[in-house]
């Protein structure tokens, strides 16, 4: 129990264009899913907290507007890399808690290579 | 905001050897605190975790240990095997009890090599 699907795990896109990425909870319903972003050989660094329903809290240094996150049923998370650059090639992943003993639960990864 | 310290940031033994990484951090509101086992190219995958109301945990091979009045933890593997390799990570919450959800505030990770 408690897994939660990221798609997709690889995605290579232009300069300028925009990528969306989705974390679902295949058996759980998540109120709130966490988006982190991982530079090689570096911790996970967290970006926004989404909530169902209403809007994503940021991190500081975050531009809400470039990364795009929308939460809209109790199942699915997506965050939008807008207007994508080389600078925003990153691992990102999502996560949600489950509750115990699951804790909090992670996707696979999507990297994200901009060109 | 919360601060969590990892060391070391690399272990290297022989198979069948412990390893022990060890984790600070700065918030004395943190309750939650998950080590997590990441390999390349994959998601985090918990592997144990620990309330502050308990001070020891046990699965297997894997140990947690949790000092809050020095606020550090620890993780012990012992018996170590090949397939241990692999970044792990320590991880602290506040608040991660009921339908709370704290945020996650994570180590520097270590990097574990296990030689057959």
């Known amino acids: 129990g408690a897994v939660v699907s990221q798609h997709p795990s690889r995605v290579i896109c232009k300069s300028g264009t925009s990528v969306k990425i989705e974390c679902r909870s295949l058996d759980f319903q998540a109120t709130t899913m966490f988006w982190y972003r991982q530079f090689p050989k570096q911790s996970l660094m967290l970006m926004a907290t989404?909530?169902?329903?209403?809007?994503?809290?940021?991190e500081q240094g975050v531009e809400k507007d470039k990364f795009l996150i929308n939460h809209a049923s109790l199942t699915l998370s997506t965050l939008t890399v807008t207007s994508a650059h080389p600078e925003d090639s990153s691992f990102y992943i999502c996560?949600?808690?489950?509750?115990?003993?699951?804790?909090?639960?992670f996707g696979s990864g999507t990297r994200l290579t901009v060109v | 905001g919360e601060n969590v310290e990892q060391h070391p940031s690399t272990l290297s033994v022989q198979e069948g050897d412990s390893a022990v990484i060890k984790c600070t951090y700065s918030d004395s509101a943190s309750n939650y605190f998950p080590w997590y086992k990441q390999e390349l190219g994959k998601g985090p995958q918990l592997i144990i975790d620990?309330?502050?109301?308990?001070g020891e945990k046990k699965d297997q091979r894997i140990a947690v240990t949790l000092n809050k009045t020095a606020k550090h933890f620890s993780l012990h593997i012992t018996e170590t095997q090949p397939e241990d390799s692999a970044v792990y990570f320590c991880a602290a919450s506040p608040n991660a009890g009921g339908t709370s959800y704290g945020k996650l505030t994570f180590g520097q990770g270590t990097i574990l090599t296990v030689h057959p």
């Open positions: 620990i309330r502050s109301n308990v």
């Open positions: 989404s909530n169902e329903g209403s809007k994503a809290t940021y």
């Open positions: 996560s949600a808690r489950a509750g115990p003993p699951h804790g909090y639960t």
